[in-house]
């Protein structure tokens, strides 16, 4: 169980563009939710938190204008990046936390996303 | 704010020896919960081991354990018998359990010699 699915895996897109990404967890519900970005040969940077029906909170540095997230439901959190630009390029990743498996989050494979 | 360092950014260890990765961190919060993740080629994270700062045992899956000092923030991971597979990044992570979020540090890319 506790499997986290993102969509889609990968996507190239045009410069000016937006793009969404969809994070579901499958088999259980998320009461919170967590994008992450991740460039070549680097750590996962947390870029923002999102919990079912309110607004994401933010890291420090982090565009909510450019980067917006919905978590419209318990099982699905949405994460479009707005006219996209080359240095959005980036491999993003979603991370899922039930709330009843207080010690572990739940990862997607990862989109990676490449604007031209 | 939390901090988490890594200080090797590549390590090589023969197939079947033994290796150890080291973290150590930095937090003002006495409770909290430390991670070692695996991200083969694919990127998928895979959570390799658990500790909660609570318990002074330290933790235990298989070939991998850690060394867990609390009062140093020191979190190291030993994995014996290196396999093949266990080629990856390699990134240890921090929890608070204030506001659930994940630090990782930067992560140690391990090669396994055949």
């Known amino acids: 169980g506790a499997v986290v699915s993102q969509h889609p895996s990968w996507v190239i897109c045009k410069s000016g563009t937006s793009v969404k990404i969809e994070c579901r967890s499958l088999?259980?519900?998320?009461?919170?939710m967590f994008w992450y970005r991740q460039f070549p040969k680097q750590s996962l940077m947390l870029m923002a938190t999102s919990n079912e029906g309110s607004k994401a909170t933010y890291e420090q540095g982090v565009e909510k204008d450019k980067f917006l997230i919905n978590h419209a439901s318990l099982t699905l959190s949405t994460l479009t990046v707005t006219s996209a630009h080359p240095e959005d390029s980036s491999f993003y990743i979603c991370?899922?936390?039930?709330?009843?498996?207080?010690?572990?989050?739940?990862f997607g494979p990862g989109t990676r996303l490449t604007v031209l | 704010a939390q901090t988490v360092t890594q200080s090797q950014p590549e390590m090589s260890v023969q197939e079947a020896e033994t290796v150890t990765l080291s973290c150590t961190y930095d937090t003002s919060e006495s409770d909290y919960y430390l991670f070692w993740y695996k991200q083969p080629p694919s990127r998928q994270m895979i959570l390799v081991i658990r500790q909660e700062a609570y318990k002074q045992q330290n933790a235990t899956e298989n070939r991998f354990s850690v060394n867990f000092q609390k009062a140093a923030k020191s979190f190291s991971l030993k994995i014996s018998d290196s396999q093949l597979g266990d080629a990856a990044m390699y990134f240890c992570?921090?929890?608070?359990?204030?506001?659930?979020?994940?630090?990782f540090g930067k992560g140690t890319r391990l090669h396994i010699l055949p």
């Open positions: 992570a921090y929890r608070s359990q204030r506001d659930d979020k994940i630090i």
């Open positions: 088999d259980f519900q998320a009461t919170t």
């Open positions: 991370s899922a936390d039930s709330g009843r498996y207080k010690d572990e989050q739940f």
